[in-house]
């Protein structure tokens, strides 16, 4: 049985950061020199629940950095926003990069590796950035949030950001590619972010929901089930039960060392307007072929991109955001403080 170790915190991220990951005995799962952490910066848009905490991520580079380990973190853009750059200047992180001495790379703009894959007859290769690939050990920091296509997005989900570009074309066939992607690379840990998640249309267009938790885990199928579990979700999450068959040492059972969990019941992702649209040029073979096989890509995502960023964002994300920080004050100071709070 997997152990996965959980913390609730009351707003001291960094340190309960840290103890979460000595909980799990981080260090005999992180064994290298050279260590890539995958963040999650998929919104440049400052609402809590969105990306990957700063301060969970100061967490572990303090763990890291003073056991003498060689880090980069990443991320890559979005299918349909080049946001990735933004994201991270908006949300603090170069300025903790700067303060630990460690780079941030923009996977889109990476060499790229095709690798082979044991699903030849979904595809044959999956490329991944050559960055990646040559690291020790890969650790996710992802957000633990509901997703309309995967019905959750947590530790497994979170290497979807690893294909560096055009990694729309794969969405029907998502359930079976997360599995292989985390075959391929073989993380060693994650450390999930749930001091503040999102339910309902996630993972970009939903509800904050504080939880006040951080969990860490050598195995991420386990993580992902006691994920599950937390936010109440019935039923077989297709691509961990899938996980849990073709990574080599990964369990659906756990054990949880520290504090209790707490069940929640999240609101469930539904489509939005713009995933309607996208199942419904789907169904159109030709439409498919063009509107997600070519450049032609453009031009649905850049109305993805306006839906998101302007419409959600004036219409819900700021009243979800203003809503949150009053029902969770201890963060208010927190995420006040960050460059892109004031900016819409």
Known sequence: MSIVAHVKTQGNIVQDTRKAMNLANWKD???????????????DQVIPGLCTSPWL??????????????????????????????????????????????PFVNLSNERSVDVETKIGDVTPTIPFPKIILDADDIITLPVAKTHYLTRMTCSLKNQWGTIPRYRQQY???????????????????????????????????????????????????????CIQDMMGLKGVIDHIEIASKVIPNSQIEYKIVGDELVQYNFIEAKKTIVTKFEDLFRRVPLLNVILFKTKLFDIPARLATEYNTFYYFRRYGMKHRNRILELAPQYKPLYSKLPGFSRG
Request: charged share 25%; proline share 3%.
């Open 57 to 102: 991520l100061e967490g572990v580079l303090q763990e890291l950095t003073y056991a003498n380990k060689d880090v980069i973190i990443g991320d890559a853009d979005l299918a349909t926003n080049k946001q990735l750059d933004r994201a991270v200047r908006n949300w603090g992180v170069l300025e903790i990069c700067k303060k630990y001495n460690v």
């Open 29 to 43: 799962h992180v064994k290298g020199d050279r260590v890539f952490l995958k963040v999650n910066y998929m919104s």
């Open 171 to 225: 969405h029907p066939v998502a359930s079976k590619l997360i599995p292989e992607i985390n075959r391929i690379l073989n993380l060693s840990l994650t450390i999930i972010d749930g001091t503040i998640c999102m339910e309902g249309e996630g993972p970009r267009t939903g509800i904050p929901k504080v939880v006040n938790s951080i969990f860490c885990s050598r195995d991420l199928v386990a993580a992902d089930k």
